[in-house]
């Protein structure tokens, strides 16, 4: 009986203790017959034939660097998924902080319309009530226009001018009683 024969060589590595009792029970029986008790049995080396044993050394060290790249390979992978939720949760606060931006900005731009639109109502309510500043108004725009280099020409009906004058010789006469 072969105690190591069956088992892969990883088992054979490994397993020392079991081989250990199954060579102690095969050789029990034949050592019975010469009187001899056999109490305990170790491996204490295996030697394997020829270039076995540098063979099977290259195996483990071919597995335990194949280990060591899929373990490699297994953290970049975990490392990899970790910056891309990062990356999107980055992304995500970025857009977010954006809409707010855009949100606060249409909000105020809103408020400065409505604002403006008020100040127009308000205008209107007082031109409507007081027709002068109207006038004012027109006298006004017509200046920062000349300062500007615009040029006008005005002209007055002979009639309109005569009124003019006119009012102009009341308002005399009434100041001077």
Request: charged share 40%.
């Amino acid at each position: 009986m072969n105690p190591a024969g069956g088992r892969d060589l990883e088992a054979i590595l490994s397993d020392r203790n079991e081989i250990s009792d199954a060579v102690r029970q095969a050789v029990r029986e034949a050592a019975g017959g010469y009187g001899v008790e056999i109490l305990r049995a170790d491996v204490k080396d295996l030697v394997f034939p020829g270039n076995l044993r540098e063979i099977m050394n290259q195996v483990l060290e071919t597995e335990r660097r194949n280990e060591a790249k899929l373990i490699q390979a297994r953290k970049e992978i975990e490392a990899q998924q970790l910056k891309a939720r990062a990356d999107n949760e980055a992304e995500r606060q970025r857009l977010e902080a954006r809409r707010e931006q855009l949100s606060i900005e249409l909000a105020a731009d809103r408020e400065k319309r409505e604002a403006a639109l008020q100040a127009e109502v308000e205008e209107a309510k007082a031109l409507a009530e007081h027709p002068g500043l109207l006038k004012l108004r027109e006298l006004k725009a017509l200046g920062e226009m000349a300062r500007r280099g615009a040029h006008f020409t005005v002209g007055l009906q002979a009639d309109g001018l005569v009124r003019i004058l006119e009012r102009e010789r009341e308002d005399e006469r009434e100041d001077d009683d």
